[in-house]
């Protein structure tokens, strides 16, 4: 069964810049929210993304495809909580978070986060925290597909140590 897509964005309060958050099956454009960010602003002075890609490998070095599942509803609030926690860190003027689920094959484009803010170190930083966090608190899962048989991708220690630095 497939899941719908999901798509969320919060308005902006005094104290919160505007939230965009969608979890969805579908492909989304490499500059995927960098318009949204900036239409009629002029106080943004940087916009800072990272899009992250499907591998053709990992745990094997022949990685065929990805199948990443989530829990509707609670994988968006985990992002709007990440989100909304790097706007508490940082001064920003907005933020984007785009997560694809469903298959996936190496070289597809899978999460992308743009992060505007009036200055360039707010927005390195809110992006590098917005990526390490998700990939330990967001609920996904992911099983890969390999010639050797599939498999379910297991946490990594890396990733753990490099949320915890924040």
Not at 56 to 77: I, R
Not at 92 to 115: A, E, K, M, S, Y
Request: one cysteine or more.
């Amino acid at each position: 069964m497939q899941t719908p897509s999901r798509d969320q964005a919060l308005a902006p309060s005094p104290e919160s810049p505007p939230v965009h958050i969608s979890v969805q099956h579908e492909a989304f454009a490499l500059d995927e929210g960098y318009e949204a960010l900036i239409e009629h602003r002029q106080d943004v002075g940087a916009l800072v993304s990272f899009t992250g890609l499907v591998r053709d490998f990992n745990e094997t070095p022949d990685v065929t495809g990805l199948t990443l599942e989530h829990y509707p509803g609670m994988t968006e609030q985990a992002l709007t909580d990440i989100a909304v926690e790097a706007a508490s860190r940082w001064a920003l003027q907005g933020l984007v978070i785009v997560h694809r689920v469903g298959h996936l094959r190496p070289g597809d484009p899978i999460v992308r986060v743009v992060v505007a803010s009036a200055h360039r170190r707010d927005a390195f930083s809110a992006c590098d925290f917005i990526m390490d966090i998700l990939k330990t608190r967001a609920p996904f899962w992911k099983k890969e597909h390999s010639r050797q048989g599939d498999y379910w991708v297991k946490e990594r220690t890396s990733d753990v140590d490099d949320a915890a630095r924040w």
